[in-house]
């Protein structure tokens, strides 16, 4: 059974800025630009650690903040 990922972009936030999250694939991206971080989700659990998280490029950033944008 596969979590909903959009319910919990509801109530979770980037633990290092604390700005709302977007999904993207399987994964939550920080809406913030200076922070750029992606979140993995591992076996169904968001790993909501900013030690772990991926940092992403601007230009690959500004493409899933414009794709999420068009979905809402």
Do not use: H
Not at 41 to 51: A, F
């Amino acid at each position: 059974m596969s979590i909903n990922l959009q319910s919990y972009a509801q109530l979770l936030v980037c633990p290092a800025c604390q700005s709302k999250l977007v999904v993207d694939g399987r994964s939550f991206v920080c809406r913030s630009e200076p922070c750029r971080l992606r979140y993995d989700v591992k076996d169904d659990i968001p790993v909501m650690l900013s030690e772990e998280a991926q940092p992403i490029a601007l230009e690959d950033w500004a493409a899933i903040m414009a794709k999420a944008t068009t979905r809402s």
